[in-house]
């Protein structure tokens, strides 16, 4: 027979991964857009001025 873990992480654990693996992903992208802006001129599509409609 096969057992599985007797581990089942609670919530607060579930969440704390989760948070943990985004911050990962996000801190990635965020090194991969430094060095791009490096090399490329910034078009995210994004507007960096304030404003309006």
Same mark, same amino acid.
């Given at each position: 027979?096969?057992?599985?873990?007797?581990?089942?992480? +609670? &919530? %607060?654990?579930?969440? *704390?991964?989760?948070?943990?693996?985004?911050?990962?992903?996000?801190?990635?992208? +965020? &090194? %991969?857009?430094?060095? *791009?802006?490096?090399?490329?001129?910034?078009?995210?599509?994004?507007?960096?001025?304030?404003?309006?409609?």
């Amino acid at each position: 027979m096969s057992e599985k873990p007797d581990h089942n992480p +609670s &919530r %607060e654990e579930r969440l *704390a991964a989760k948070l943990r693996e985004n911050l990962r992903r996000r801190k990635a992208q +965020s &090194r %991969e857009m430094s060095q *791009a802006g490096e090399s490329e001129p910034d078009d995210s599509g994004l507007s960096k001025t304030r404003g309006g409609s």
